[in-house]
């Protein structure tokens, strides 16, 4: 019965194809035992054909003079003599004679087809049994008791090997270490922090090269990125004063002109596309470009859907909250976030329309639902907070939406610490954003200060 649990097996059988490490110390043990075999192979075939050709007609004769010593007939001292002096098993089986030097041992055709891989022909060789005068059968053998013997050497290659084995797990272990910095820091730079160098200690090999290649690509990156920002920053703004000029020379044009609403209308567009572009790029920046204010919210979010409801021509928004939640936050940033929220469930979704504000283990969750009756896809709900991304299903400039509302969405989540879930309620769509109540500036600025 298996001493470990089906899980740490599974976690066991999950660990050995992942681990390198470990499957370099397997290869080099596999390796080893393939040699060791390939030797002792060959040095099989060696000793065989030395024996054949060399040694055999020497052992012959040397059977030829031990049994000279034993006598015909066969004595029993000289025998006990010369196993003594020999590591020798002999048997003496006849009419007068019944001896065996070693009772208690297992004969020597047993024991060569315990240790001879060809036992058949070893046991048909014809000098280890001899004839006597007599009647008297002699049959020689090879004491392996001997070697059948607790033996200390192969205990101390035992540990050897074992040694062996962890040292060269250890220098594997070792030489890969630089390869966890390696994927820390591309982790690292997968979540946009390209200013962090990996922290790797001078090793002038391959992956120390490989290393200074990734610092390299993390600081081309975020030289194009910071590129990219400066000229969308740069455009934004100088597009905003001749938006604001169209849109005065339109407001000039007589009411009854026919494209003046249609020209008003692209024009807001166009403006709501350079405020989120401005938006979303100072909000990349993270905590940075935050004002953070504690204060209730309740009121805040109150008078924002009310003004909502005007703005959208919508019913009355359902609205469940405690009494009061004093939270951290910046309003500008969590009024965009709410009205985003709002006009991506009115533009997409069906009344009845709901937003709860909830409270748990020091976070608190902003959710707004649409019951519309669509439900869609998982990787459509991915997908949803990237950038410029509008599913075909209902999604369209028809609606007005640009793709960065749910975008901007997740951005102020982020920059305040929580996150942004996207999930189908059935009927309709819920989005709910979850981030921290204070930050620890703020919990500090809100604790009590002992008295002077």
Known sequence: MSRFSPLQQGRWRRFIPRSLRLRLVLVFVLLALAMSWALLSAGQRFAEAGWNFAARPFVEDYVQRLMNDIGDPPQIDQAQALVERLPLTLSIQGPDVQWRSHP??????????????DDSRWAK???????????HTVEFGIDFGLWERPNGPLAITMIMVVTLVLAAYWYVRRLLS???????GVQRFGQGQLDQAIALEHNGDELGQLADHVDA??????AMLDAKRALLLAISHELRSPLTRARLNVELLPDEASTRLALLRDLGVMNTLIHDLLESERLSEGHSALHRECLDIV????????????????????????????????????????????????????????VHITLSDGHWCLSVRDHGHNALADETLRKLSEAFYRPDTGRSREHGGIGL????????????????????????????????????????????????
């Open 104 to 117: 208690e041992r297992r004969s020597y055709r047993r024991v060569l087809h315990k240790y001879s891989q």
């Open 125 to 135: 060789e014809r000098f280890w049994r001899r004839m006597t005068s007599d009647g």
């Open 217 to 222: 690509m993390a600081s081309d990156i975020q």
């Open 405 to 452: 509302g749910l975008y901007l969405c997740r951005l102020v989540a982020q920059s305040h610490g929580g996150s942004l879930h996207l999930e189908n309620a059935q009927p309709g769509l819920r989005a709910r954003v979850q981030w921290p109540r204070f930050t620890d500036a703020s919990t500090q600025a809100l604790a009590p200060q002992p008295p002077r």
């Open 299 to 354: 009121p805040i979010v109150r008078d924002q859907l009310d003004t909502l409801e005007q703005e959208l021509a919508i019913e009355a928004i359902r609205f469940t909250a405690p009494e009061a939640l004093e939270v951290c936050v910046d309003i500008a940033r969590l009024q965009l976030l709410l009205g985003n929220l709002v006009r991506n469930a009115c533009h997409h979704g069906a009344a009845p329309f709901a």
């Open 178 to 184: 630089p390869l966890v910095h390696i994927g820390a």
